[in-house]
């Protein structure tokens, strides 16, 4: 069956320091990747999304940035990080079904920047 | 990219039907209806999704009028654990590659004892 993994869970890092979030995925190949963020009580906002290796589309110009270095794997990465990155980010996956398609989500990182 | 308008928030009490409606006044020929649910520090799960008329499953039905420009999704006896935030997309399934499919900001539902 598919998965879809990220870590950390939950991350407290002060302004300006670096950010690394992963994402994996298992049971696929060859996945559309997605990285979304929801800000308290708010939407998610696509961030990137990702068709193959290397390939990353960014929807939002921003501090931000993301690589795709393996099939299954997204990461999602900033040198600088701003009071105004904290929330919760989200990857998700694509996957075509009958009737349409869908996205799974993963279980999520909460980031709070200080 | 179809837009689509949801109410902010609705309450029901347990054990009856809900309806939530949105609008979605520029839906495309191949865009389809998502229906998807999140709860709180989750990320949204799949319920139900439809292109005309009406789907049902095990957890919800979606009705879809001629013109598409609206959907219900219709959840039947809730209960407490269907807290949640619903939100409703519209999406073309042959962009592939492409994520065509934006997330507002939901119809947060609470259900009451």
């Known amino acids: 069956s598919q998965t879809i993994h990220q870590w950390p869970a939950t991350l407290v890092q002060p302004v300006g320091s670096p950010l690394s979030l992963e994402c994996t995925v298992e049971?696929?190949?060859?996945?559309?990747l997605y990285w979304y963020r929801q800000a308290a009580g708010r939407g998610l906002q696509l961030l990137f999304y990702s068709v193959g290796i290397g390939q990353i589309s960014s929807e939002v110009p921003q501090n931000l940035s993301a690589s795709r270095p393996q099939d299954r794997q997204f990461i999602l990465s900033s040198k600088k990080l701003l009071l105004s990155d904290s929330g919760f980010y989200l990857c998700a996956w694509r996957v075509n079904r009958q009737g349409g398609e869908t996205q799974y989500f993963g279980p999520g990182t909460r980031l709070l920047v200080l | 990219l179809a837009k689509t308008t949801q109410p902010i928030s609705m309450d029901s009490y347990e054990g009856q039907e809900v309806n939530i409606t949105c609008s979605h006044n520029?839906?495309?020929?191949?865009?389809?209806i998502t229906w998807y649910q999140q709860f709180p520090s989750q990320g949204p799960r799949f319920i139900i999704q439809g292109y005309k008329t009406k789907v049902t499953n095990e957890v919800a039905s979606l009705f879809i009028p001629a013109d598409r420009k609206s959907s219900t999704l219709s959840l039947p006896r809730v209960s407490l654990s269907d807290t949640a935030v619903y939100y409703c997309?519209?999406?073309?399934?042959?962009?592939?590659?492409?994520?065509?499919?934006?997330f507002g900001t939901g119809t947060r539902l609470t259900v009451i004892p």
């Open positions: 049971g696929t190949s060859n996945p559309n």
């Open positions: 520029n839906i495309a020929t191949n865009d389809y």
């Open positions: 997309l519209v999406g073309d399934r042959r962009r592939t590659g492409a994520n065509n499919l934006f």
